[in-house]
Nanobody, 120 residues
Framework: VQLQASGGGLVQAGGSLRLSCAVS????????MAWYRQAPGKDRESVAQ???????KYTDSVKGRFTISRDSAKNTLYLQMNNLEPEDTAVYLC???????????????WGQGTLVTVSS
């Protein structure tokens, strides 16, 4: 299974970006999915999460600005980021907990990350 993140780039403060994370490979289903970010010199933090039923959770600093969504038919997770701030500059990584019916196991997987740079 591979997670391919895309959509990062350089944007001015106040601008918008939409990140995508496509899951490919052989698996039974995708459960919990999330976006994390890691800024230089800082710990990785959870930005937005979506559970299997569509419930969402956001870190306080992005509430009202970021929206996590999922296209189950395309096995793709999205993060719409509006009103970006310089403090949002980081590598954004997608995470998915994937269920394999043949082994009855749920395994967490990470994408490679996509860089978001917000200039002031």
């Amino acid at each position: 299974v591979q997670l391919q993140a895309s959509g990062g780039g350089l944007v001015q403060a106040g601008g918008s970006l939409r990140l995508s994370c496509a899951v490919s490979g052989s698996f039974s289903s995708i459960n919990h999915m999330a976006w994390y970010r890691q800024a230089p010199g800082k710990d990785r933090e959870s930005v937005a999460q979506m559970d299997h039923s569509g419930g969402t959770k956001y870190t306080d600093s992005v509430k009202g600005r970021f929206t996590i969504s999922r296209d189950s038919a395309k096995n793709t997770l999205y993060l719409q980021m509006n009103n970006l701030e310089p403090e949002d500059t980081a590598v954004y990584l997608c995470n998915a907990w994937i269920y394999y019916a043949d082994s009855d196991r749920t395994i967490g997987s990470w994408g490679q990350g996509t860089l978001v740079t917000v200039s002031s």
